[in-house]
């Protein structure tokens, strides 16, 4: 039986977790996949519990589950705690001890939300860019770290650093994306400043040329990416980068669709994966039942494809979604006027409708 840990977490979290589970329910019917669940508390009110926002409890289950799902971690409330038990904390610890090193987040415009996004209809229409971020490596993990005394003052330091294998296998994901896309890789660099990226150039360069000469391979300067996303974001396919330029541009890329309560993501290490929505934990409308669901239920929708081998089923799941937008149904994030505002679980209760037809 494939078993999912549930690590809701904080503010919106559960809720939208929640209707993810109703939706997987649904699916099982279905399909019978036979999943079962455990709990996993993570964040800031794991933190509240057991004053830790990763419990070795959590981390165990984690371990021990074919996937993971998680809500979203993260409030206010836990702002002023020191760094070292902040509720992000359980994101970066899930992330390095299942080796979650490739993050997939793609950007497509569900075409009924077109004028949510901040920019013009032609530029914005029809995109479908995924970002490929190397999730256990880079400045966020590099040594040495941290803050120190220094000359009467203080210095803070953080490394960049990437090896060999590091970059062959979070390119190797990006190309092995590509061929089943559009076959186009674009890698964002900054290697006519930084030598660890001007290795991470000649890596992936390498690894195109022995193994994946079919494929489209260009490379790009973060700054001149950051750009072009906003000038003209359907030239891109597959984009991948560090873990610190894939933070930055994968937010970018959700803004191009206009509502990032909408957007998926995976981090995977071959097919354990933890899967989430990529916006936050909302603590401003938390416990209002106003929360979109939907990342998160296309979050599981990837889960089927990446890490139990049925990507039919996850299809379903996002033809599901795409049938109730083009029914007018928003919630309270994607709303505009003339469409049909719906609740959290409203939201869910739609979704498991379509599936049902
Ligand atoms: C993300 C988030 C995290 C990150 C934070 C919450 C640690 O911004 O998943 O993109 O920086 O990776
Ligand atoms: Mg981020």
């Given at each position: 039986m494939p078993l999912i840990a549930l690590c809701a977490g904080d503010g919106i979290g559960p809720e939208v977790t929640a209707e993810t589970v109703k939706v997987l329910w649904a699916i099982d019917k279905k399909h019978g996949f036979g999943f079962e669940f455990v709990d996993a508390p993570v964040g800031g009110s794991a933190y509240d519990l057991f004053g830790t926002p990763l419990p070795a409890d959590s981390l165990e289950k984690a371990k021990k589950a074919d996937a993971v799902f998680l809500g979203a971690v993260g409030g206010t409330k836990w702002e002023s705690l020191d760094y070292s038990v902040r509720p992000e904390r359980a994101l970066l610890g899930l992330r390095s001890e299942l080796d979650l090193f490739a993050n997939l987040r793609p950007a497509r415009l569900f075409a009924p939300l077109i004028d949510a996004s901040s920019l013009k209809r032609e530029v914005v229409e029809g995109i479908d860019i995924l970002v490929v971020r190397e999730l256990t490596g880079g400045i966020y993990f590099g040594k040495p770290r941290g803050v120190e005394e220094y000359e009467g003052g203080k210095r803070g330091v953080n490394s960049l650093v990437y090896?060999?294998?590091?970059?062959?296998?979070?390119?190797?994901?990006?190309?092995?994306?590509?061929?089943?896309?559009?076959?186009?890789?674009?890698?964002?660099?900054?290697?006519?400043v930084l030598e660890c990226t001007e290795l991470w150039r000649e890596v992936v360069t390498a690894l195109h040329d022995a193994e994946y000469p079919d494929i489209d391979l260009s490379h790009m300067y973060v700054d001149n990416a950051c750009m072009q996303l906003i000038r003209n974001p359907k030239q891109f396919d597959v984009i991948v980068t560090t873990n610190l330029f894939g933070d930055i541009l994968s937010d970018a890329a959700a803004m191009l669709t206009g509502s990032i309560g909408m957007l998926p993501s995976a981090s995977l290490s071959g097919t354990k994966g933890m899967y989430e929505p990529v916006h936050g934990s909302a603590p401003d409308i938390a416990g209002q039942g106003i929360a979109n669901p939907l990342a998160s239920i296309l979050s599981a929708a990837m889960m089927l494809t990446y890490s139990f081998d049925a990507p039919s089923a996850g299809a379903e799941i996002e033809k599901a979604v795409a049938a109730v937008l083009e029914k007018g149904y928003r919630s309270a994030d994607i709303y505009s006027e003339g469409c049909k505002r719906v609740s959290t679980a409203e939201m869910g209760e739609l979704v498991i409708e379509e599936l049902g037809k």
């Open positions: 090896t060999t294998p590091e970059i062959e296998r979070i390119a190797r994901v990006a190309f092995e994306s590509a061929r089943k896309r559009t076959g186009k890789v674009c890698s964002v660099d900054k290697a006519n």
